[in-house]
């Protein structure tokens, strides 16, 4: 890759202040190939370096990632079907985007780290595989799935340290999803989980941080994987203690990604 990639970032949050560490899937484990066949790499270009994020495949031309990882990029490309980012497997799938291609939630702020969801619209259609397949959205009729499992993947760091450790393979955990109200309980900053979030608990020292924002939280419903939440911020230690990993809770904006792309929502 050109340029650097950004390792860590310093995010003003109301009166706080959020230091966190890039991308990691702390003490998490290797995924298989085909595992996650909705995962996607964005590796994109801003501010003079090349950042990473995560991202999930909705259909042919559309990938759902965090606002924050699109909003000051350039360009870049999107990677589909990988197991090993840097090898080029016969059953990856690479798609060129620009700056035109990404779509921003229009009240996306950093403070709070409110609406922080995005779009990036393919230019060429990827057709599907065993290794891409879109991921299902919750339905309008869903509950909140408090006490469900969680998993969320990524080619971040496999622990804390060092930080510029980035895996060249997939690995991904599973913890419980917390309440709102055990989520919020577990910040220092009042009022920060809102409606909007949803929260994976960090147990056993397993955690994801900003080297995996934008990649997707999804439960197991019977033989479906739903995805009810894409990474904006959180943890910056390894503990069981640790701040739970916070998204942004993908039922909230149903309305917006149908609005935005050409996903047809369930009833």
């Not at 595992?35 to 031309?61: D, K, N, V, Y």
């Not at 559309?62 to 990677?79: K, P």
């Not at 622990?159 to 895996?167: A, G, I, W, Y």
Request: hydrophobic fraction near 40%.
């Amino acid at each position: 890759m050109d340029g650097k990639v950004r390792t860590s970032r310093t995010l003003e949050v109301g009166p706080g202040t959020i230091t966190i560490p890039s991308g990691r899937i702390a003490n998490g484990s290797e995924a298989t190939p085909g595992q996650f066949p909705f995962q996607a790499l964005l590796s994109l270009f801003a501010e003079g370096s090349t950042i990473l994020c995560g991202g999930s495949l909705l259909s042919h031309r559309y990938v759902l990632t965090a606002a924050q990882s699109l909003f000051m990029s350039e360009d870049g490309f999107v990677l589909l079907g990988a197991q090993n980012r840097l090898l080029e497997e016969d059953h990856q799938v690479r798609v060129d985007v620009k700056v035109a291609d990404f779509v921003v939630h229009e009240n996306f702020t950093i403070p709070m780290m409110r609406n922080d969801i995005g779009l990036v619209r393919l230019p060429v259609e990827v057709a599907f595989s065993g290794y891409v397949q879109p991921v299902k959205l919750p339905r309008w009729s869903d509950g909140d799935f408090a006490g469900a499992v969680g998993t969320i993947a990524g080619w971040g760091t496999r622990s804390c340290e060092p930080r510029t450790d980035f895996s060249e393979v997939l690995n991904y955990l599973t913890n419980p999803i917390y309440s709102n109200e055990q989520c919020q309980g577990m910040f220092w900053l009042p009022g920060l989980i809102a409606e909007q979030n949803v929260c994976l608990s960090v147990q056993g020292g397993r955690t994801a941080c900003v080297g995996d924002f934008g990649g997707a939280v999804t439960v197991q419903d019977g033989g479906d994987v739903i995805q009810i939440g894409v990474f904006s911020f959180g943890s910056v230690t390894e503990g069981a203690e640790g701040i739970p990993t916070a998204c942004a809770r993908v039922s909230y904006f149903l309305d917006w990604i149908q609005a935005n792309s050409d996903v047809i929502i369930e009833a």
